[in-house]
């Protein structure tokens, strides 16, 4: 299957109809080209608020539940960030009461990317269940409990 289509609600705009070519599933995500926006975008399946026919079949975790607030010590994993940058954030983090770790295993719940990024290491978070997430992201995951959209 080429093409997918599905109705996709952000946390603050209506729903929209959205079709995707060349796509792969991605952990708790689905990436492809989005003829909507004219590019390639990256989708959260919680978000998913209704999916085309069949596509639901083809997916591995076609509807996963919501990320996980920051409450017990989640780990994050901090990925293209300056040393300084870093650090600054790894502290940030633990201060919030999250757990920093230094790869992306199988109890990561977030990895914060920065600039430099690499895509080998955040397709490894994501392919382990891995929210992704940037510096404001973060910020406001740690004001408020919960994940923005991105």
């Known amino acids: 299957?080429?093409?997918?289509e599905f109705v996709y609600?952000?946390?603050?705009s209506e729903p929209s109809s959205r079709r995707l070519t060349d796509w792969k599933e991605s952990g708790k995500y689905i990436v492809g080209f989005c003829e909507v926006a004219g590019a390639v975008r990256t989708f959260r399946k919680d978000r998913v608020v209704q999916y085309g026919e069949g596509?639901?079949?083809?997916?591995?975790?076609?509807?996963?539940?919501?990320?996980?607030k920051a409450?017990?010590?989640?780990?994050?994993?901090?990925?293209g960030f300056t040393a300084a940058e870093r650090f600054e954030l790894e502290l940030f983090a633990s201060e919030a009461g999250m757990k920093v770790v230094k790869s992306?295993?199988?109890?990561?719940?977030?990895?914060c990317g920065g600039p430099n990024a690499g895509p080998t290491k955040v397709d490894k978070a994501r392919k382990n269940g891995a929210w992704i997430l940037d510096r404001d992201s973060l910020n406001a995951l740690v004001e408020t409990?919960?994940?923005p959209e991105s």
């Open 9 to 12: 609600q952000g946390p603050s």
């Open 104 to 111: 992306a295993t199988q109890h990561l719940a977030y990895l």
């Open 1 to 4: 299957m080429k093409t997918i």
């Open 71 to 79: 409450i017990k010590q989640p780990e994050i994993l901090f990925t």
């Open 55 to 68: 596509v639901a079949e083809f997916l591995q975790e076609p509807c996963p539940a919501p990320p996980p």
């Open 145 to 147: 409990g919960e994940l």
